[in-house]
């Protein structure tokens, strides 16, 4: 029911009720009479809640997330083609964002827009290579390159545990949105494989800047084939170019 699906997507996004509230635009007593059953969506609001949460407005509703799978595409590569649904770890992208924060705070190119690329390629990149997700975050196309649906309502939430703090600053002749970290990452969370592809992935990339970085996903394969403002598939990795594969296939 939508009770039980509204609660079990605010905790996996680490969201208390009063930060979900703030982000719905409405007073926590009246989001805890929704997540109670006690009140029923308006449109706008379930609308809100469906892209906070990254969930279509249908399963919102309905309140049961629908599994679908897509077509599997050719390939010249020998790999196993598994029907890739995000499992989204958000506890490991807290950990991961401090982490991938206290590398490169100081450094004038990582902003936001820099930011989201970094995780990108973070997420995807572990999912060609093991087969497996990381953070498994939703990406969704837009005109500069992937961008994490997730990212601002765990970002708020951070925020407000003081965890991290937002700055404004100049890159050149652009403004730019930054992030501090205010604590450690908890690294117990990350296995060893998972913080070796962080530190890979912020040595490729993490002295380019958001204009280099967003040219770069804009050629890679899952950005490529999806519509705009659709969800990437992290299936579509498997038939990445070479220059932004990180995985050895076996030769036809």
Do not use: C
Not at 31 to 48: P, W
Not at 154 to 183: A, C, H, N, T, W
Request: hydrophobic share 35%; charged share 30%.
């Amino acid at each position: 029911m939508i009770t039980t699906l509204l609660k079990e997507l605010r905790e996996e996004h680490g969201l208390s009720q009063d930060a979900t509230a703030k982000e719905l635009g409405m007073s926590r007593p009246t989001y805890i009479t929704l997540e109670q059953g006690k009140r029923d969506f308006t449109l706008s609001e379930a609308k809100h809640a469906a892209q906070l949460f990254g969930v279509s407005l249908e399963d919102l509703v309905r309140g049961k997330r629908v599994i679908k799978s897509s077509p599997r595409p050719k390939t010249h590569r020998r790999v196993d083609i598994r029907i890739s649904v995000p499992q989204r770890h958000l506890k490991k992208f807290k950990q991961v964002l401090l982490y991938v924060l206290g590398k490169t705070a100081g450094k004038p190119n990582i902003g936001m827009t820099a930011l989201y690329k970094l995780l990108y390629f973070i997420d995807f990149d572990y999912y060609e290579k093991y087969e497996e997700q990381l953070m498994g975050l939703t990406y969704m196309k837009n005109h500069h390159g992937p961008t994490p649906r997730e990212f601002a309502s765990v970002v708020d939430s951070m925020k407000i545990q003081g965890e991290i703090e937002e700055l404004r600053s100049k890159y050149f002749k652009y403004d730019q949105k930054k992030f501090l970290p205010l604590k450690s990452p908890n690294l117990s969370l990350l296995s060893a494989q998972e913080i070796e592809m962080v530190d890979d992935v912020l040595a490729r990339y993490g002295d380019k800047s958001a204009v280099e970085l967003s040219a770069l996903t804009h050629e890679d394969t899952p950005w490529a084939v999806a519509k705009e403002k659709e969800d990437l598939h992290y299936n579509h990795v498997f038939y990445r170019p070479d220059k932004l594969s990180v995985r050895e296939y076996d030769p036809l």
